[in-house]
Each structure stands twice: as structure tokens, then as C-alpha cells.
């Protein structure tokens, strides 16, 4: 989508290696979040950010965590991965919190 | 908890109709709510935003009711189409007063039209 990009688009990884998605936005949005989503569960929120160095939770954060050291870039990292976290992880930016969102195009993570 | 319902069957309806979608939710009182696209493999896409004090939100073929007494939006596609033919997803902003836009979606209504 224009204006975000996440990376890299498909990784398969060893459970308890640590991951790190990227996602880089060209909006100067203040507003960021990662999604992940699952059949059965549809989009949950991990984390957002609110503008630099400023992040906070969301439903499913455990096992989870995020930086924004500058406004363009938010990264999700997976401490140790499991196996339950094998899902498509999704990045969005608002511009305010009440606009709608803009999704990047996703990240498939396999963790086996 | 914040619940979002939608209908979890798939809509089969004919090209020229018009879809209703329904979303239905509980435990909250949104400020406002949205609805996007998803089409396979790709991210969502915002289509509407219509807030608490709106009953009625239009945009081309697209109509969107939102009645926060029955807590309920409903999702129009006039004229339906085959390109219309897609994953429609609605969220309701949960962020209360610090409006930092944190959504729950809910898990999405499959529409096919068909020509």
C-alpha cells in the first residue's frame, strides 16, 4: 500500500529464535499499530504507538515488543518465538486516532 | 468484554443487488465505527467511518447505518457487483477519551456476487 511498507513480506523461523518485523511509513503519521491475524480470531491489536518512544498494549501483547525511536519506523519484535505465534501480522498508521486506518500488506510468519 | 459480531456465514447474492451486512456489538458504547475491505492476501481496506451522533453515512454505492440504541451498524452495496466480491470487516474504536484510534475488529462477513 502506499505509504507503508512492513518486511519482509514471508519468514519461516525456529521456535525460541527471536523475530524482528519492520514496518516503514513515508505519512508522517503519528498513529502505528501491529495487528496479527488468525482464522477464527480475526484482527487483534499487539501493540501501538502514539507518536516516538511512546507505546503502549494491546489485547494479545505477551510475548510481544515493540520500538519507535523515529516517527517513520515502528518494530514488532517476538522475544522467543512459539509456535501460536504463526500468523499474518499486519501494520497500520492513522493519521489521528479517530481516521481510519491504512494497512501495509503483511508479514506471513511461520514459526516452526 | 467488547464483543463484535458479524454475520459468520458467507453472502451469496446476485450482481444488481443491493448486500446488507450487519455488524452487532455489546459491552461498549463507540464514538464511532468503521468498515473496511479485505480482499485474499492483502491488508484491509478503510471504506467508511460514521460517528455516534450520524445515523447515515454514504459514499458511491455504499450506504452505512449506525443506531447506537439497538448497537448495531448495517452495510449497504447498492448495484452490487462481482468486483465487489470481498472480506468486509467492521471495527469499533475502544481508545474512550485518549483517542489513539485502537480498533477491534470484528471477524468479517464474505461477500460473492455473483454475475
Known amino acids: 500500500d502506499a505509504g507503508i511498507t512492513q518486511s519482509p513480506r514471508h519468514k519461516v523461523t525456529e521456535t525460541g529464535t527471536p523475530v524482528t518485523l519492520r514496518c516503514h511509513q513515508t505519512e508522517n503519521h503519528r498513529y502505528m499499530y501491529w495487528y496479527r491475524q488468525d482464522p477464527g480470531h480475526g484482527l487483534r491489536l499487539i501493540h501501538y504507538?502514539?507518536?516516538?518512544?511512546?507505546?503502549d498494549k494491546g489485547e494479545v501483547s505477551d510475548g510481544y515488543s515493540v520500538s519507535r525511536s523515529k516517527t517513520e519506523d515502528f518494530l514488532l519484535t517476538l522475544e522467543s518465538a512459539t509456535s501460536s505465534q504463526t500468523s499474518v501480522y499486519f501494520c497500520?498508521?492513522?493519521?489521528?486516532?479517530?481516521?481510519?486506518?491504512?494497512f501495509g500488506s503483511g508479514t506471513r510468519l511461520t514459526v516452526v | 468484554s467488547q464483543k463484535i459480531e458479524q454475520n459468520s456465514e458467507a453472502l451469496n447474492i446476485q450482481e444488481g443487488k443491493t448486500a446488507t451486512l450487519t455488524c452487532n456489538y455489546t459491552?461498549?458504547?463507540?464514538?464511532?465505527l468503521q468498515w473496511y475491505r479485505q480482499d485474499p492476501g492483502r491488508g484491509p481496506v478503510f471504506l467508511l467511518l460514521i460517528r455516534e451522533n450520524e445515523k447515515e453515512k454514504r459514499k458511491e454505492r455504499l450506504k452505512v447505518t449506525f443506531d447506537t440504541t439497538l448497537k448495531q451498524s448495517l452495510f449497504h452495496i447498492t448495484a452490487s457487483q462481482p468486483a465487489d466480491s470481498a472480506t468486509y470487516l467492521c471495527?469499533?474504536?475502544?481508545?474512550?477519551?485518549?483517542?489513539?484510534?485502537?480498533?477491534?475488529f470484528g471477524q468479517g462477513t464474505t461477500l460473492q456476487v455473483k454475475p
Open positions: 459491552n461498549y458504547s463507540p464514538a464511532y
Open positions: 471495527a469499533l474504536d475502544i481508545s474512550l477519551s485518549s483517542n489513539t484510534g485502537k480498533l477491534i
Open positions: 497500520a498508521i492513522s493519521e489521528r486516532g479517530s481516521y481510519g486506518y491504512t
Open positions: 504507538s502514539y507518536g516516538v518512544k511512546d507505546t
